[in-house]
């Protein structure tokens, strides 16, 4: 018959796209998710933009410098909350590690090498299946304020360039204005904006939830309100429930995000992984509501039109672990928000506000590894998980091919 059997951990977009490969390269797949339905979680409402040429490692020689003022939590947007564990402490040293200069620019090049491949894999799956997520090329402006965030700005993108084939353009506040009219309120304040014409945009809870549709038309199971408990690999994998429910397969594939390590803690291996904290809200666009994706620098804040609705994320909490909205720290993203761009949403309509973890690892690349007999982990996007999903789904194909 050919094939393996294949159960995929996590049902967000991760999860949902290497479900969608592995079917397309002709494996059976069983989808298990603690949620009652895929996209609940981290990709229930994250920022939405599918940045394939903005893949700057979260660890850079910037962020060290920084590291005083965050420990203070002195910066509204970006906090740290230190832990007194093992874990945190190796996670810590090997993110300092990360924040050379030749150790950021080496892995933000891996980064747009992944997401390049992202960006085909999942044009690719959304021909065969013909997906519907409010899929769109809108483009994307990042917005500075200063001379001197603008000036190291244009340095990384001809970096970029110069490493892989991007194209990010140096606009005057002029020129951004004729790409963006309705950046006309704050035109004033912008000292100047990189474009990249061709990114995309896409909600990705109906990404998940058009995959789910496509899988079980197929007759493939996507199961919900399943926490595993745990993952034995000693002969054929097997995932397990806290009731003692077991899956049988022949490969496991982790996409479980920030709960990965502790499934990878109990077949040896340790995955370093820390939650970072994020928030978003979505609401009915304003009276100058953008069109392209928007990135205001200074205030930490993005913007995605989605439809009808806008999406707005920002706020960054390293080691915070609670899912739930702390509505002072929403008020802060939505006063950033309002500061950032005044005109860009209704901000007395709110209709969701969201928190989620994004499982970031000390270099921002994903973990795409075989960690024990049988078992592939394919997590730890960090905040890039919407825009690294096909990518990295196909890598995991690739690797069952190769070692199968």
Same mark, same amino acid.
């Given at each position: 018959?050919?094939? /393996?059997?294949?159960?995929?951990?996590?049902?967000?977009?991760?999860?949902?796209? #290497?479900?969608? #490969?592995?079917?397309?390269?002709?494996?059976?797949?069983?989808?298990?998710?603690?949620?009652?339905?895929?996209?609940? *979680?981290?990709?229930?409402?994250?920022?939405?933009?599918?940045?394939?040429?903005?893949?700057?490692?979260?660890?850079?020689?910037?962020?060290?410098?920084?590291?005083?003022?965050?420990?203070?939590?002195?910066?509204?947007?970006?906090?740290?909350?230190?832990?007194? !564990? =093992?874990?945190?402490?190796?996670?810590?040293?090997?993110?300092?590690?990360?924040?050379?200069?030749?150790?950021?620019?080496?892995?933000?090049?891996?980064?747009?090498?992944?997401?390049?491949?992202?960006?085909?894999?999942?044009?690719?799956?959304?021909?065969?299946? *013909?997906?519907?997520?409010?899929?769109? #090329?809108?483009?994307?402006?990042?917005?500075?304020?200063?001379?001197?965030?603008?000036?190291?700005?244009?340095?990384?993108?001809?970096?970029?360039? =110069?490493?892989?084939?991007?194209?990010?353009?140096?606009?005057?506040?002029?020129?951004?204005?004729?790409?963006?009219?309705?950046?006309?309120?704050?035109?004033?304040?912008?000292?100047?904006?990189?474009?990249?014409?061709?990114?995309?945009?896409?909600?990705?809870?109906?990404?998940?939830?058009?995959?789910?549709?496509?899988?079980?038309?197929?007759? /493939?199971?996507?199961?919900?309100?399943?926490?595993?408990?745990?993952?034995?690999?000693?002969?054929?994998?097997?995932?397990?429930?806290?009731?003692? /429910?077991?899956?049988?397969?022949?490969?496991?594939?982790?996409? &479980?995000?920030?709960?990965?390590?502790?499934?990878?803690?109990?077949?040896? #291996?340790?995955?370093?992984? @820390?939650?970072?904290?994020?928030?978003?809200?979505?609401?009915?666009? $304003?009276?100058?509501?953008?069109?392209?994706?928007?990135?205001?620098?200074?205030?930490?804040?993005?913007?995605?039109?989605?439809?009808?609705?806008?999406?707005?994320?920002?706020?960054?909490?390293?080691?915070?672990?609670?899912?739930?909205?702390?509505?002072?720290?929403?008020?802060?993203?939505?006063?950033?928000?309002?500061?950032?761009?005044?005109?860009?949403?209704?901000?007395?309509?709110?209709?969701?506000?969201?928190? *989620?973890?994004?499982?970031?690892?000390? !270099?921002?690349?994903?973990?795409?590894?075989?960690?024990? @007999? $049988?078992?592939?982990?394919?997590?730890?996007?960090?905040?890039?998980?919407?825009?690294? &999903?096909?990518?990295?789904?196909?890598?995991?194909?690739?690797?069952?091919?190769?070692?199968?």
């Amino acid at each position: 018959m050919g094939g /393996q059997d294949i159960i995929v951990i996590g049902a967000g977009v991760v999860g949902m796209a #290497t479900a969608l #490969t592995l079917f397309d390269r002709g494996h059976r797949v069983t989808v298990l998710d603690a949620e009652p339905a895929p996209g609940r *979680g981290t990709s229930f409402a994250n920022g939405a933009q599918l940045s394939y040429a903005y893949t700057d490692a979260l660890a850079s020689p910037g962020v060290r410098r920084q590291l005083p003022q965050l420990l203070l939590a002195l910066d509204p947007a970006f906090r740290l909350k230190p832990q007194i !564990d =093992a874990d945190f402490i190796r996670w810590g040293l090997a993110f300092l590690r990360n924040t050379s200069s030749d150790a950021f620019m080496r892995n933000t090049v891996a980064g747009l090498t992944l997401a390049s491949e992202s960006r085909d894999a999942l044009h690719a799956l959304i021909a065969r299946h *013909g997906l519907r997520f409010d899929h769109a #090329t809108p483009g994307k402006l990042h917005l500075y304020r200063t001379p001197q965030s603008f000036a190291a700005a244009r340095s990384l993108a001809a970096a970029k360039a =110069a490493a892989v084939s991007v194209v990010q353009q140096a606009l005057t506040p002029d020129e951004a204005l004729a790409v963006e009219p309705a950046l006309a309120p704050i035109g004033d304040r912008i000292i100047g904006a990189l474009h990249t014409p061709d990114e995309e945009s896409g909600d990705p809870q109906l990404f998940c939830l058009a995959a789910r549709d496509a899988l079980v038309r197929a007759g /493939q199971e996507v199961i919900g309100n399943i926490a595993i408990d745990r993952i034995e690999a000693d002969g054929d994998p097997r995932a397990i429930a806290p009731s003692g /429910q077991t899956w049988r397969a022949d490969c496991i594939v982790l996409c &479980a995000g920030a709960q990965s390590p502790r499934l990878a803690r109990a077949l040896g #291996t340790s995955l370093p992984i @820390q939650p970072v904290k994020g928030y978003s809200i979505t609401a009915p666009p $304003g009276t100058a509501a953008p069109t392209v994706s928007i990135t205001d620098v200074a205030n930490r804040v993005v913007f995605c039109r989605l439809g009808d609705r806008m999406r707005i994320a920002g706020l960054a909490e390293l080691g915070n672990r609670d899912r739930t909205v702390d509505p002072a720290r929403l008020a802060t993203l939505v006063s950033s928000a309002r500061d950032a761009l005044p005109g860009a949403a209704d901000y007395g309509r709110i209709e969701t506000s969201w928190a *989620g973890l994004r499982p970031m690892t000390p !270099d921002s690349l994903p973990i795409t590894r075989v960690i024990a @007999q $049988g078992v592939i982990a394919n997590t730890g996007h960090g905040g890039l998980g919407w825009t690294y &999903a096909a990518g990295s789904a196909r890598r995991v194909a690739q690797l069952m091919e190769r070692d199968g």
